[in-house]
């Protein structure tokens, strides 16, 4: 069974870089079985996918965020990354690290792992 | 973009009732459709994928139907634990990207 964990600060400054890292346990970030995402919540409110990641490093990203995202991956580590610039107080929410499994039956991926979240709160 | 509207927002009921929540799409999704649960204080976590297909563990008083647009999450008869909120979550081809309805909260 799968297991991520998110580690990372609590507070940002408004413009500063986000780096969040997801440490994977219980199998390997190589598996093709799996994509590797991240996905926030504000207080309060919906689910919002941020980006996501596979093998090899090809990302995919929403298109909301207009190029702040960077995503990438470290096999030695069993880890996955995420560092968002410019951030704003809009900014402001639960991140979660996700793994997204593949499913024969029609090819796509759905979040069935998910870490327990962090919360960055955007502040001077 | 696609726009996914659940409704009702909030659906009041009481334990053994039947739960019947509605996810729309604002253009055809094909069958990738899920449904997730999220409980207070936690993570959410995945019932339904490709529509009507129950993830692993998941008790069979949860159902999935619909096509093309419209999308129904049954819960046959609401145990306890079932209060939370529910979301619906679709995947676009191409450029590849999800987006999540706005959730639908069941409440005692």
């Known amino acids: 069974q799968l297991q991520l964990h998110e580690s990372g600060p609590g507070l940002v400054k408004p413009s500063e870089t986000l780096s969040l890292t997801c440490t994977v346990s219980g199998g390997s970030i190589n598996n093709n079985s799996y994509h590797w995402g991240w996905i926030r919540q504000s207080p309060g409110k919906g689910l919002e996918w941020i980006g996501s990641?596979?093998?090899?490093?090809?990302?995919y990203d929403s298109p909301s965020l207009k190029g702040r995202l960077t995503t990438s991956i470290d096999t030695s580590k069993n880890q996955f990354s995420l560092r968002l610039s410019s951030m704003t107080a809009a900014d402001t929410a639960v991140y979660y690290c996700?793994?997204?499994?593949?499913?024969?039956?029609?090819?796509?991926?759905?979040?069935?792992?998910w870490g327990q979240g962090t919360l960055v709160t955007v502040s001077s | 973009e696609v726009v996914l509207t659940q409704s009702p927002v909030t659906l009041s009921l009481s334990p053994g009732e039947r739960a019947t929540l509605s996810c729309r799409a604002s253009?055809?999704?094909?069958?990738?459709l899920g449904w997730y649960q999220q409980k207070p204080g936690q993570s959410p976590r995945l019932l339904i994928h490709d529509v009507s297909k129950r993830a692993t563990g998941i008790p069979a008083r949860f159902s999935g139907s619909g096509s093309g647009t419209d999308f129904t999450l049954t819960i046959s008869s609401v145990e306890p634990e079932d209060f939370a909120l529910y979301y619906c979550?679709?995947?676009?081809?191409?450029?590849?990207?999800?987006?999540f309805g706005q959730g639908t909260k069941l409440e005692i």
């Open positions: 990641i596979y093998h090899g490093g090809s990302t």
């Open positions: 996700v793994g997204l499994s593949y499913y024969d039956s029609s090819g796509y991926y759905y979040f069935d792992y």
């Open positions: 253009q055809s999704v094909g069958d990738s």
């Open positions: 979550q679709q995947r676009t081809g191409w450029p590849r990207s999800y987006t």
